[in-house]
Nanobody, 125 residues
């Protein structure tokens, strides 16, 4: 398993942007599929965005399409970011990253064997 630590959460105001980071301890994430999930109170966990190994493909789910970007850090291949713009209170929740190696280069969503603990994001005035 890969140890993952998320950072960048906290309180943001409606309309603001946020960047979360997912850092792997001692592993390059270059060949890993990396995904961000969120758990919104009262709702099932949902996928936010996913990038395949080497970022050949990137998927952004409907609830955040146009507002979320998943990207690999240019300088550090152990870090993947999730940037979200125009945050709303409905984005409040716990955000977690997960990684897995896939056998097919276009596969992204599926089961993940390594998860971070998550970081709280609260959007409020």
């Amino acid at each position: 398993q890969v140890q993952l630590v998320e950072s960048g959460g906290g309180l943001v105001h409606p309309g603001e942007s946020l960047r979360l980071s997912c850092a792997a301890a001692g592993y390059s994430l270059k060949d890993y599929c990396v995904a961000w999930f969120r758990q919104i109170p009262g709702k099932a966990r949902e996928g936010v965005a996913c990038t395949t190994g080497s970022s050949i493909y990137t998927y952004v789910e409907a609830p955040v399409k146009g507002r979320a970007t998943i990207s690999r850090d240019n300088a550090n291949d152990t870090v993947v970011h999730l940037e979200m713009t125009t945050m709303t209170p409905e984005d409040t929740g716990v955000y977690r990253c997960a990684v897995e190696k896939r056998t097919h280069p276009t596969w992204c969503w599926g089961s993940f064997g390594s998860w971070g603990q998550g970081v709280q994001v609260t959007v409020s005035t």
